[in-house]
């Protein structure tokens, strides 16, 4: 019989039964780390045609996507959380401990990059902006402790666009591995 954790409860060590809610468990899981790759994925295959855009033209677009994507990123602390409880749920002596452990780390890195890199220049853009609903809520949500850009950044608008998009394509690339090892681990 193969070493699978995904289908023993382990206690004291050893393992004594099958644990029937670990696939619900890992269903959830694929599910809440696909949406936010899938989210950071959206954003990245936008980046060729949003490069080419005028300022005007890029901050207009700029603003659809703030309604749908801030309700949409709910699955990114969802999925860091549930990777977490499935890591707590894994032995240490199998192999897909190891590999919730780097999906973890990379879902984990993909939120910092979010909340140091990208939400800063969020805030910048919509400083001016009367938001209303959860849009609101979030965009006033600051937790990291005021790390806002201070500068008024009019003629720096393509530094601030090209960081917001790498930032993107950077989160792409950690959610797609997040993605990979989850699966990987869960089909071992």
Request: net charge negative; with cysteine.
């Given at each position: 019989?193969?070493?699978?954790p995904h289908r023993?409860?382990?206690?004291?060590g050893?393992?004594c039964?099958?644990e029937?809610?670990f696939p619900?468990?890992?269903i959830?899981?694929?599910?809440?780390v696909?949406?936010?790759m899938a989210l950071?994925l959206?954003h990245?295959?936008?980046?060729?045609?949003?490069?080419?855009?005028?300022k005007e033209?890029?901050?207009?677009?700029?603003?659809i996507?703030?309604?749908?994507?801030t309700?949409?990123?709910?699955?990114e602390p969802?999925g860091?959380l549930?990777l977490?409880?499935?890591l707590?749920?894994t032995?240490?002596?199998?192999i897909?401990?190891w590999l919730?452990?780097?999906?973890?780390?990379?879902?984990?890195t993909?939120h910092a990059?979010?909340?140091?890199?990208?939400q800063?220049?969020n805030n910048?853009?919509?400083k001016d902006?009367?938001l209303?609903?959860l849009?609101?809520g979030?965009?006033?949500?600051?937790?990291?402790?005021?790390?806002?850009?201070e500068?008024?950044a009019?003629?720096?608008w393509?530094?601030?666009?090209?960081?917001?998009?790498?930032s993107?394509?950077?989160r792409?690339?950690l959610?797609?591995l997040?993605?990979?090892l989850l699966v990987t681990?869960?089909a071992?």
């Open positions: 019989m193969r070493n699978d023993w409860k382990f206690r004291n050893g393992c039964e099958a029937p809610m619900a468990l890992q959830l899981t694929i599910l809440a696909a949406i936010a950071a959206a990245l295959l936008e980046l060729p045609g949003k490069m080419r855009l005028s033209d890029y901050l207009t677009v700029q603003r996507y703030y309604p749908g994507f309700i949409g990123g709910v699955a969802i860091a549930l977490l409880l499935l707590f749920l032995p240490a002596s199998i897909a401990f919730f452990a780097a999906a973890f780390a990379a879902m984990a993909m990059v979010f909340w140091l890199l990208i800063p220049v910048f853009w919509l902006a009367e209303k609903g849009g609101a979030f965009f006033s949500h600051d937790p990291v402790g005021g790390h806002r850009i500068t008024d009019e003629a720096d393509t530094m601030l666009r090209d960081l917001w998009e790498w993107h394509a950077a792409a690339v959610g797609l997040a993605f990979i681990a869960i071992l």
